[in-house]
């Protein structure tokens, strides 16, 4: 696709140095001899938005069928010898086209970025750029009501101070194929005995977190009230250096955990959070992903999933994170009974290990079997449960072949069963 250069007349207004040139230089966008067929823009400004270590989003609407040629901001500054990455995404958060930039592509406080992308008239997307931790970069806005500004995933009150110009060129849509494309969009509430989940199941996308401080957030709500055990999220490439934070929230904004993470964290392409939370049916809570020092992590989206919003760098798309939410329902009986008590397993699926953790049973010997659908015991073990609380875990290595296996829990004369799923 062709490259369009910032008009002569733009810069040419630009070289005065004072504010009303620079709105004059991006009006001139809008002129008669303009190389763009339509513009999106706003010239006012009276504040500055400071980000560093963080995402600057903001999104806009393409007013026509084609290409958007350029885009144009008013800043107020840039720390030197530091590179930034700025980002045109869509509403699923597919990156459409990305350039790095320093203080020096800096003109008179106005930055074009050099970035093309394809869209179509009316659909949403999001321009977003990176501020590294020792970068800090200062964006001019006109101050105003909540609205299309967003600081690090928290919403800014006002309108980004920019320039978008647009040209009507056709091009044919490419749609972009995945391998295991579709599945369930409803989320699965089928859990396993004493168990339910939330879930998005299947993929048709991806989510691209390319720099340091970008982040994911998916909210759902809670399907029982009980312990949230864990939360996986299907990863669709990470690298050994990877190295990020895990965040989960209620629905007031407290953070109820926090999870460093590295590589270690992500198996046979799923990243798993160990949690022990209390919540309630319900209850409104938000998962956060976000990656640090020089990582990148590629998360699979669904675009029909339903479980709830999500967001990228605080931009919502039109996707859900592929995810799947375990909650031990809290189903307390007496001491005595077996069938009371609360039984989970971590992971589930499972592959290499699998862990047992009873919660509310009788105390005193246990004897835990998995086994085959065909009645043979593959692992047999005795745990004892004290103060209502027991834990086994079986190594599970060499049993290839997945599928459904049951779990059986005994004690005395008391015999419990469930299913689990080995991946």
């Known amino acids: 696709m062709k490259k369009f250069l910032f008009p002569l007349a733009a810069f040419a207004a630009l070289s005065t140095g004072n504010l009303f040139a620079q709105e004059a230089a991006l009006s001139n966008y809008d002129a008669?001899?303009?190389?763009?067929?339509?513009?999106?823009?706003?010239?006012?400004?009276?504040?500055?938005?400071?980000?560093q270590g963080a995402v600057m989003a903001h999104s806009f609407t393409a007013c026509t069928d084609g290409t958007l040629s350029n885009v144009a901001l008013t800043l107020k500054g840039a720390t030197d010898n530091t590179w930034f990455l700025a980002e045109i995404r869509d509403a699923s958060g597919n990156i459409l086209d990305d350039t790095r930039f320093t203080s020096r592509n800096i003109r008179?406080?106005?930055?074009?970025?050099?970035?093309?992308?394809?869209?179509?008239?009316?659909?949403?997307?999001?321009?977003?750029?990176?501020?590294?931790?020792?970068?800090?970069?200062?964006?001019?806005?006109?101050?105003?009501?909540?609205?299309?500004?967003?600081?690090?995933?928290?919403?800014?009150?006002?309108?980004?101070?920019?320039?978008?110009?647009?040209?009507?060129?056709?091009?044919?849509?490419?749609?972009?194929?995945?391998e295991g494309r579709g599945g369930d969009a409803q989320p699965e509430t089928r859990g396993m005995a004493n168990e339910c989940k939330v879930a998005v199941n299947g993929h048709d996308n991806r989510i691209s977190l390319t720099e340091?401080?970008?982040?994911?957030?998916?909210?759902?709500?809670?399907?029982?009230?009980?312990?949230?055990?864990?939360?996986?999220?299907?990863?669709?490439?990470?690298?050994?250096?990877?190295?990020?934070?895990?965040f989960v929230k209620n629905g007031s904004g407290d953070v109820l955990s926090v999870t460093n993470l590295d590589a270690r964290d992500i198996v046979k392409g799923t990243l798993s959070l160990p949690l022990d939370l209390e919540v309630n049916a319900g209850e409104e809570l938000t998962v956060a992903v976000k990656v640090l020092g020089e990582s990148r992590l590629g998360i699979f989206s669904n675009s029909n999933g339903n479980a709830g919003s999500c967001a990228i760098n605080g931009v919502e798309v039109n996707a859900n994170v592929e995810f799947t939410a375990f909650i031990s329902e809290d189903r307390t009986g007496t001491p005595q009974d077996l069938e009371a008590a609360s039984i989970t397993t971590?992971?589930?699926?499972?592959?290499?290990?699998?862990?047992?953790?009873?919660?509310?049973a009788p105390e005193g010997k246990v004897v835990v079997q998995l086994l085959d659908f065909s009645g043979n015991v593959l692992r047999s073990d005795m745990l004892f449960?004290?103060?209502?609380?027991?834990?086994?875990?079986?190594?599970?290595?060499?049993?290839?072949?997945?599928?459904y296996y049951a779990l059986r829990i005994i004690q005395g004369d008391q015999v419990k069963n469930m299913t689990i799923l080995k991946r």
């Open 346 to 360: 971590f992971p589930n699926p499972f592959a290499d290990r699998i862990s047992v953790h009873m919660k509310h």
């Open 212 to 246: 340091a401080g970008q982040g994911v957030t998916q909210s759902f709500q809670a399907c029982a009230t009980g312990e949230l055990t864990h939360i996986t999220i299907a990863i669709q490439r990470s690298f050994e250096d990877f190295s990020g934070r895990a």
């Open 385 to 403: 449960v004290k103060d209502s609380e027991g834990n086994i875990t079986f190594n599970t290595r060499d049993i290839e072949r997945p599928g």
């Open 32 to 51: 008669p001899a303009s190389a763009y067929d339509c513009v999106q823009e706003n010239k006012a400004q009276d504040r500055s938005l400071d980000v």
């Open 108 to 178: 008179q406080n106005v930055l074009v970025l050099d970035l093309e992308a394809e869209v179509k008239n009316g659909a949403n997307y999001s321009l977003q750029v990176t501020s590294p931790e020792n970068g800090n970069i200062s964006y001019r806005y006109e101050h105003g009501p909540m609205g299309t500004l967003v600081k690090d995933g928290s919403p800014v009150r006002g309108k980004l101070t920019a320039a978008f110009g647009f040209n009507d060129d056709k091009f044919d849509q490419i749609e972009a194929q995945y």
